[in-house]
């Protein structure tokens, strides 16, 4: 735990032993980011916190006017093609006076922006495993792919503790609902990721778990007292500064009790600077989250929402709405007019530039070689262990009446087999005449193995939506497990088991997505192969969190 501890403390110290007052700054705190903040001018200066975005959708003209003309510190990536990424960011950085900070929205992984690549497991099914060290070598591995595609820092993870079922936007982004397991998985994943070599940010503070609105669309409220917040949103906050995570990042929520001005946590003084800063005395980077979102730029001016967060306490300003570079200029002006000092903006200024420095980024970046980019992505380590973590969080609700044991040969695939049960997967465009023709299938069979699908669509193909609402789904297969003995796999959410008739079915299993590793695993464990050691990560069904197949029945 010591050398843990150690390694990401490490970089929290060098990158703010100049971040005081003072103008006078020894040899041994880094004279190296100090002369190059003394020979910046304000607008330089100011354009280095700015972090936007960029995808495969961006044009070179747009991004090249925000390097050259706007000097923006970096950008996050949205969505790209492993090769064409290569060339383009290659392409840009050579645009840029100083290099870019290459940041990346990856939860689960590069494949969250990267389609063609596996996706590691979402954190709610890295919640069903009970290891800790196995949470931290996703984090490693997870850092493989992330350098090779050269970017420095992932958003991730978020720590907040999804313990309202309804929360629209959270779900299986979280550990699950237990404040000791977010906290504990949430470091070991971001010391995986940091001693991998890439930063992180553990988000969204001060705890976006208990909400039942997206603040991608509105503004979230908590409206819990201090005591509760303490108890529990902040809770994994605290154990990621304690641990050394390298940023925090600040979301868009409403709440009474730490800012009685309602106005957003973005762009909240009390909540930024009096309570993340100074109270939790916490001396990393504050980032925002992405200020486009409705739940803060439907707030205030979309050009003056920057500005606010900056004067809030925020060091880093991340997809400003509209127009950059308003924002961008904004900022600027009023630190000219005296609203802001400038040496508020050069103390996140030497923020952003140590960590740079840290990265080996702050003068120079080599090109991202595209050669073997997807054999180097997708090597047999990666896949390894990511099966690895399939086989390991696979989840036992309700044993089936046929054996599952290894040493026995009446394992429920030997009865598939022998042609006396059979397995279906449903489509995700899940129709009732799907569902009909499932069923009609499985006619005449001892048992039938239904494959539930989530029933969220894949991102940018809306047309993998179901045509019935998940509550038409549940009744459906609650009612043909009432007239047919089956198994029911579980490839979503856990909670599902709120929402399905569980004394209907024969035998219960959760395999949290629909991945091919996970289908994989799930059929191991209906075959015999290996033991389903998961562990519910959240209370549902009326079982508790910390459910697994010992106490199944």
């Known amino acids: 735990m010591q050398r843990f501890l150690f390694a990401t403390l490490a970089l929290t110290m060098f990158i703010f032993s100049s971040c005081s007052n003072q103008a006078k700054v020894s040899p041994e705190s880094g004279d190296k980011v100090e002369t190059i903040i003394n020979n910046m001018s304000l607008k330089e200066k100011v354009g280095q916190l700015f972090i936007v975005n960029y995808s495969s959708y961006s044009t070179n003209r747009e991004i090249s006017r925000l390097i050259k003309r706007d000097k923006v510190g970096g950008l996050i990536l949205m969505e790209s093609d492993p090769v064409e990424h290569c060339e383009r960011m290659n392409a840009l950085q050579k645009k840029a006076d100083i290099p870019l900070l290459i940041t990346i929205d990856g939860e689960w992984g590069a494949s969250m922006r990267f389609d063609t690549l596996t996706q590691y497991p979402r954190n ?39 313990n309202n079922p309804k929360n629209p936007v959270i779900g ?53 007292g201090r005591e ?33 001005t309602l106005i957003p946590s973005s762009i909240s003084y009390p909540i930024i600077t009096n309570l993340l800063k100074e109270e939790l005395g916490y001396k990393g980077i504050v980032i925002t989250d992405a200020l486009n ?20 306490g925020s060091d880093l300003l991340l997809m400003p709405p509209k127009n950059y570079h308003k924002s961008i200029n904004n900022l600027y002006k009023a630190v000219k007019r005296g609203e802001i000092s400038e040496e508020r903006v050069n103390e996140s200024l030497r923020k952003m530039l140590k960590l740079k420095e840290h990265l080996g980024i702050l003068e120079s970046v080599e090109d991202i070689s595209p050669e073997n980019i997807f054999a180097d992505l997708e090597n047999k380590e990666v896949l390894d262990l990511i099966q690895e973590v399939s086989d390991s969080s696979v989840t036992l609700i309700k044993t089936p009446s046929y054996p599952l044991d290894k040493n026995n040969k009446r394992s429920l695939y030997q009865k598939i087999a ?30 039938v ?62 395999g949290y997505s629909t991945s091919e590793m996970n289908k994989r695993s799930v059929s191991k464990v209906l075959n015999g192969e290996i033991v389903p050691h998961g562990v519910l990560p959240v209370v549902a069904g009326g079982f508790p969190n910390g459910y697994n197949y010992k106490n199944a029945k």
């Open 124 to 162: 709610m099914q890295l919640g069903a495993l009970s290891s800790e060290a196995l949470v931290y070598e996703v984090g490693k591995s997870m850092a493989t792919q992330f350098r090779r595609l050269g970017i420095h820092v992932n958003y991730a993870p978020t720590v907040d503790i999804n």
């Open 228 to 260: 509760r917040l303490d108890s529990l949103e902040l809770y994994p906050f605290k154990q990621a500064i304690a641990d050394g995570v390298w940023m925090i990042m600040v979301g868009h929520l409403s709440i009474p009790a730490l800012d009685s």
């Open 172 to 224: 299986t982004r979280s550990f699950g609902d237990d404040r000791e397991k977010v906290a504990k998985y949430g470091s070991a994943l971001f010391r995986g990721l940091q001693d991998g070599g890439v930063g992180t940010s553990a988000k969204h503070f001060p705890g976006h778990g208990d909400t039942e609105v997206d603040s991608h669309k509105a503004l979230p409220l908590l409206p819990f």
């Open 449 to 510: 193995v239904l494959y539930l699908p989530e029933l969220r669509a894949p991102k940018n193909d809306r047309e993998l939506y179901s045509k019935l609402s998940p509550d038409e789904i549940y009744a459906y297969i609650s009612n043909w497990a009432k007239e047919q003995k089956m198994v029911l796999a579980i490839m979503d959410t856990p909670y599902v088991l709120d929402k399905i008739d569980i004394p209907a079915f024969d035998g219960i299993i959760v």
């Open 293 to 312: 979102m409705k739940g803060v730029s439907e707030y205030i001016p979309a050009e003056t929402v920057a500005t606010e967060s900056f004067k809030a």
């Open 418 to 447: 022998d042609s006396k049960a059979i397995a279906i997967e449903l489509d995700k465009r899940i129709s009732t005449e799907s569902l009909d023709a499932a069923k009609a299938s499985a006619e005449g069979k001892e048992c």
